[in-house]
């Protein structure tokens, strides 16, 4: 079965410090990678997609996202974090043959020191 | 534009009760989804629909039921509801087609107590 694995229940960064919040997948063909981003109380925004294609891809708020096949993984960064990306980001696969189906991972909690 | 549309924002049930949560979406996306959310668990599927009419089991179907009569409206119904149903409901859509394609459009959210 699918699964998504996001090992980082919290992270704590200082505002300005760079990001790096992983995320490892599980399926047997090239799978479509999203990243979300929840506020509180809010629903989920799309930060960013792979279908296919360049590896590297750019997202909103300034975020990009690598798919790396051989590890199994496709992990969020940032350069420099602000205030404002304090949130819950959660990622998900999905598949030609699922019916748009996600699977999402458990979460990854963002806190900003100021 | 609205995007989807998820009423109500809160409620508040006894064990027993029975209510429908309401999904619309204004994209003309054929694809609809119903997700609930607990703490430490992220997502889990509960039902989603292919097109009017169609509708299928995800993750965690049992106790919901849902129905699909519009594209654009998507019902999560819970018939006698329990404490463990209590959770934060996502009604979520996407298109099979053009630059939006395999992308999920989220609600802002149900969110739902069983006392």
């Known amino acids: 079965a699918q699964s998504v694995t996001q090992p980082d229940i919290h992270i704590t960064v200082s505002e300005g410090a760079s990001l790096e919040l992983r995320c490892n997948y599980s399926y047997g063909a090239t799978p479509y990678l999203f990243w979300y981003v929840q506020s509180p109380g809010q629903g989920l925004q799309l930060l960013l997609k792979?279908?296919?294609?360049?590896?590297l891809v750019q997202g909103i708020k300034g975020f990009e996202a690598e798919f790396k096949r051989s590890q199994s993984s496709f992990n969020l960064r940032k350069p420099s974090v602000h205030w404002s990306d304090a949130a819950e980001y959660f990622c998900?696969?999905?598949?030609?043959?699922?019916?748009?189906?996600?699977?999402f991972g458990a979460g990854t909690i963002l806190r900003v020191k100021s | 534009n609205a995007g989807v549309t998820q009423t109500p924002k809160f409620r508040v049930l006894k064990t027993g009760q029975s209510m429908t949560l309401l999904c619309a979406q204004d994209m003309n996306h054929e694809y609809m989804y119903w997700y609930r959310q607990d703490p430490g668990m992220g997502l889990r599927l509960i039902h989603y629909s292919v097109g009017e009419g169609t509708t299928a089991k995800g993750e965690v179907p049992d106790g919901y039921n849902v129905s699909r009569l519009k594209k654009q409206n998507f019902l999560l119904g819970l018939e006698s509801a329990a404490p463990s149903q209590t959770s934060v409901y996502f009604c979520a859509s996407s298109s099979t087609a053009g630059e939006s394609k395999n992308i999920q459009y989220f609600g802002a959210g149900t969110r739902l107590s069983v006392l």
């Open positions: 998900a696969v999905g598949a030609q043959f699922w019916g748009n189906k996600l699977v």
């Open positions: 792979y279908f296919s294609g360049d590896t």
